[in-house]
RNA sequence: GGAGAAAUGGCAGAGUGGUCGAAUGCACUAGUCUUGAAAACUAGCGAGGGUCACACCUCCGGGGGUUCGAAUCCCUCUUUCUCCGCCA
């Protein structure tokens, strides 16, 4: 959520940037929250004009009281009457206006930054960096789904059994090698400084607002009506929260946390032809990294984490690419995002593994996360996210690139953490 | 799940209807003293709105109510603690 104060400062930047998502009614909208703002001050000053006079009478009753004077107390009275009842038809007004507010500025998504490009589908992400060379498979080489059946490591039917479509059981070294992934990845990130977390994988409304999957995307997530609770889409919202109403020092940043939880996702609306084994998933794994720092650092945090992940796809050994996603991809609380992706040869298409994103003010100006500036002054932190990374696709990838015709072969950095070389 | 107690500033902890955004202690910040530090002393020290700056307004777990006036009384929700029940 954008702060009325920048839009204020920054009303014709904003406007021109928002362009590039092509966000069509940026100038209407940015016009009324204007109006509206100065609607809402005009009505809380009003308001606490008559609460100021309100008090002071309460006051000059209590003296009276005090000493003796009750009758002239009985007159004031009469008169506090009044300012009770304008009072509160005020602040039904105040509220109202607040409401309508807010109501707007949550549509207004985040200002993207200089670099992304224009643009309204996947076709214009910028690619910004290749690495990695794709293999020749043998003859007879076979997407994931089918190696996943020929050696037994993960069984679609039977998730479809227990829960339904998108639930996947992996079993024998399909299991092994995906908690190798996870204690691989939570070792790397650790190994730089962040510190690991466990963390709910069940979230209130308040943990859901204050990282922007509601008040709008609550179809994505899975609702637990009963007690009024949404299961995790990324862990990026426990994590991301445990800084919800923190007041921070200058001091304290850099902010970094890395967390391993499953993801649970309704994908409402996206079935269709690439969906199959495990490029898309009800449920799955991801190890994410966040990092809340100081406005003048996020940029360079953003680089630092796009260069660790890129490190660690460099060790799996496995060819991918860096986009930077175009306004129209772009995701509707994030200022810049750069995506990972994993070339799966067996398919013939890049997978996307991670996704790590600068949100600057969006989310800490919902979440209240600030901290004393040099002067003293409570300004907003900048949050930060990405996957690093998501399991199923480098899974897809490692199964589909690393196939021979004995088996699949283990990428070297993961053999301490699997105990074994080959599926076979 | 049942019964009882509690929730106040970074922490501890006063405050049970009026001048209380809130005593006191610790922590913290600045100054005096000191070669420096510690100690001592002095001053400052929650957040949001509003203002050029003041004034002023709001906030004592969340929400609602009583009252001219609520941290204080009432209702409700949440959380914590104790006891009982259940249980990985």
Not at 124 to 152: M, Q, R, S, T
Not at 371 to 381: I, P, W
């Amino acid at each position: 959520m954008l702060q009325v104060a920048t839009i204020r400062e920054h009303k014709d930047h904003i406007i021109e940037r928002l362009a590039v998502r092509n966000f069509s009614d940026a100038k209407t909208i940015i016009n009324q929250v204007l109006t509206i703002d100065e609607k809402r001050k005009a009505t809380q000053t009003e308001l606490d004009n008559i609460l100021a006079e309100s008090n002071k009478i309460s006051k000059e009753i209590g003296f009276l009281f005090k000493s003796g004077e009750q009758q002239k107390a009985t007159i004031l009275k009469e008169k506090t009457g009044q300012l009770k009842e304008q009072s509160k038809q005020l602040n039904e007004q105040l509220s109202n206006v607040q409401n309508e507010l807010n109501n707007l500025l949550y549509q207004i998504p985040n200002i993207p930054n200089k670099l992304v490009p224009a643009g309204t589908t996947e076709e214009d992400n910028e690619e910004v960096f290749k690495e990695g060379n794709i293999p020749k498979l043998h003859d007879g080489a076979i997407p994931h789904w089918e190696i996943a059946k020929k050696y037994d490591i993960i069984d679609f039917e039977l998730g479809t059994k227990i829960t339904g479509a998108g639930f996947p059981v992996y079993k024998g070294k399909g299991a092994k090698l995906q908690r190798a992934l996870i204690n691989y990845f939570l070792d790397k990130n650790t190994d730089v400084g962040y510190q690991e977390v466990q963390v709910p994988y069940l979230v209130n409304e308040a943990s859901g607002f204050g990282t922007g999957q509601l008040p709008d995307k609550e179809g994505q997530m899975y609702h637990v009506t009963g007690d009024n609770l949404y299961l995790i889409p990324t862990a990026e919202v426990p994590v991301t929260n445990l800084y919800r109403n923190v007041l921070l020092k200058e001091s304290d940043f850099p902010i970094l946390h890395t967390a391993y939880t499953p993801c649970f996702r309704r994908e409402a609306g996206s079935y269709g032809a690439h969906v199959r084994g495990l490029n898309r998933l009800h449920q799955f794994d991801k190890v994410e990294i966040v990092r809340i720092e100081h406005p003048n650092n996020s940029y360079e945090a953003l680089d630092r984490m796009v260069d660790h992940v890129k490190e660690i796809l460099r060790e799996l050994k496995l060819p991918y690419r860096i986009l930077r996603l175009c306004g129209g991809d772009l995701g509707f609380t994030s200022a810049l995002t750069y995506d990972f992706e994993v070339f799966s040869t067996a398919q013939d298409r890049w997978l996307e593994v991670s996704s790590v994103s600068n949100f600057e003010t969006f989310q800490a100006n919902r979440l209240k996360l600030r901290f004393k500036n040099a002067d003293g002054k409570s300004e907003l932190a900048h949050t930060l996210n990405g996957s690093s990374l998501a399991l199923p696709r480098v899974l897809a990838g490692i199964l589909e690139n690393y196939q021979t015709e004995n088996g699949i072969k283990i990428p070297e950095v993961l053999q301490k953490y699997t105990g074994f070389d080959i599926i076979d």
